[in-house]
């Protein structure tokens, strides 16, 4: 016993207490290793002889050495020997620097001040644990009453779904006779649109051969160029004169135009134009059927005088005549339309007689049918198979409207179910809060279980780090720290992320928001939910 005081009393620089007893001076050093011996002289002798480098604990010789700082007052340390006589003061105490002594003894001071930090931190693990008890309790009685919330649920569900069939049926039912009824209507509609599409067709090719009769100038029952030049309408670059070209290109590329195909491709063309001029027309002189005689020009010009012409003369008493001495205005022989525009939509010609063979005088457009207004479509009767059908429908809408709720609620709350809130479901309380952290350029959101976001405190949008992912703490507490992952991606880079690491504290709070990499943050959150159980009595230092 005596000897084994002996050996601790004369211990080498950097061995630990427990090994004191392998570094005997009566005898030879066995490296630590068992890799060889050596006479103890050899120990910290500053040459390195076992590979462990335990013979030199107390130098820098052995890359591998440790040394032991004892730190009375304050925490044992165990260094890298090869920072021994460095010049740095790695142990508090100083004994690292033995050769130069060159630093203080500090190990109360510093041990005086972690006491404190210990005796602060205890308090507060001590307070957390009781709050943290309170947020088990809570969770618990959330748990249960989500359990008991899609017990209630499901049991709607179901019964509701039992009922489906029955009101699918009724819904049906009353569907039936009210299709029948509708249909009717639906083919009364029909040859209502049937009827005015006909009518419509009609009123056009009636006012296409009108439009085509006051054209075909010599009434050969044909339409030429010639005879679209007199038309001071259709002088498309206004220069007063209808070119031949002009004419050309409402003739669409034919010769002549005979009347039904002035009606499928000349009157669209020619209206729009004709309608915006009010014009006098010149009736064109008789064109000689023989082809070797010339063509007299149609369109005299407006600096030529106005000559005598018979057979304009001719022309214009009897259009005089046709149409009565009162109707006939010299500043305008175009004829009158007798289809206006604004009467279209007043007459029916379901029974409309051939006007062909009557005087434009003696031809009335018959009243068009009044349709059915929509407050009075339909008859009694069917309105009452419509409301009848409309109930039904309404209440099996219902019914599945309601199933599809309950679906939803019932998948959310099991989510929340199943969601890992910790060893005693601590954490739940914080399910759908945020924890908001300022800096000096972001505002920095941490919604557990939900997401991660920045923005900048300056005003603009907000760009989510991540959504929540899992806990990714240590081997031993997992949920020290939680993940967020596939945030908005960061320009040519990963997609952001954050690491949360979770302290014990008295309050829920986030600070200490960084980025080490680029596009991963990382937080540092504070609530009871972390903080355990003290562990009875004080640490010793």
């Known amino acids: 016993m005596l000897c084994r005081v002996g050996v601790l009393s004369i211990r080498p620089k950097g061995v630990r207490a427990e090994l004191a007893t392998f570094y005997n001076p009566a005898s030879d050093f066995s490296c630590l290793d068992g890799s060889g011996s050596l006479p103890f002289i050899q120990v910290n002798d500053d040459y390195c002889d076992c590979d462990d480098g335990s013979d030199e604990p107390g130098t820098a010789a052995c890359p591998n050495g440790k040394f032991y700082c004892e730190n009375k007052g304050h925490n044992p340390l165990v260094i890298p020997s090869s920072r021994v006589n460095d010049g740095i003061c790695d142990c508090c105490d100083g004994s690292d620097e033995w050769d130069s002594n060159i630093c203080a003894d500090v190990c109360m001071e510093l041990g005086r001040e972690a006491r404190e930090a210990a005796i602060a931190a205890a308090k507060v693990a001590a307070q957390g644990y009781s709050i943290k008890l309170g947020m088990i309790a809570e969770a618990q009685k959330l748990q249960d ?46 040859e209502e649109n049937r009827k005015k599409t006909e009518l419509e067709q ?91 005689e010339e063509t007299p020009d149609l369109v005299q010009s407006p600096d030529q005088p106005e000559v005598y012409d018979p057979w304009r003369q001719n022309q214009a008493e009897a259009e005089q005549a046709e149409h009565g001495e009162d109707d006939f205005d010299e500043d305008d ?150 993940k967020f992952s596939g945030g908005q991606g960061c320009w040519n880079g990963p997609a952001r992320s954050a690491k949360v690491h979770v302290h014990c504290g008295i309050d829920n709070t986030l600070s200490t928001v960084s980025e080490p990499n680029r596009c991963e943050y990382e937080m540092h959150f504070y609530t009871p939910a972390a903080c355990h159980k003290p562990v009875g009595g004080h640490d010793e230092l």
């Open 333 to 482: 022989d175009e004829e009158p339309d007798m289809m206006d525009d604004e009467d279209e939509d007043d007459y029916d010609v379901s029974d409309l007689p051939d006007h062909d063979h009557l005087p434009e005088q003696d031809y009335q457009r018959p009243p068009r049918p009044v349709s059915v207004q929509q407050a009075d479509r339909y008859d009694e009767k069917t309105r009452n198979l419509i409301a009848v059908a409309d109930q039904a429908r309404k209440e099996f809408d219902e019914v599945d409207r309601r199933i599809r709720d309950l679906d939803r609620d019932i998948g959310k709350l099991k989510e929340g179910i199943e969601k890992d809130y910790g060893s005693g479901g601590e954490f739940m309380v914080m399910a759908g809060q945020c924890f908001e952290y300022t800096d000096n350029e972001y505002t920095y959101k941490m919604c557990p279980f939900d997401m991660c976001s920045q923005r900048p405190k300056n005003g603009g949008s907000e760009t989510r780090l991540g959504s929540w992912g899992n806990w990714e703490g240590s081997s031993d507490n997992k949920y020290s720290a939680m």
């Open 145 to 190: 009453e989500r359990s008991q919330d899609i017990i209630t649920k499901e049991k709607e569900k179901d019964e509701l779904e039992a009922s489906m069939e029955q009101r699918k049926a009724a819904k049906e039912a009353a569907e039936a006779p009210e299709k029948e009824a509708l249909e009717y209507y639906k083919q009364l509609e029909e």
């Open 202 to 292: 009609l009123a056009r090719d009636v006012e296409a051969e009108e439009l085509f009769a006051s054209l075909d100038a010599n009434n050969d029952g044909v339409i030429i160029v010639q005879e679209l030049q007199v038309r001071r309408g259709l002088d498309t670059d206004k220069d007063g004169v209808v070119t031949i070209e002009e004419a050309q290109f409402f003739m669409s590329g034919n010769e002549e135009m005979d009347l039904e195909t002035f009606k499928t491709v000349g009157f669209a063309l020619l209206k729009p134009y004709l309608d915006l001029v009010e014009e006098v027309v010149a009736p064109p002189l008789p064109i000689d059927a023989d082809d070797n």
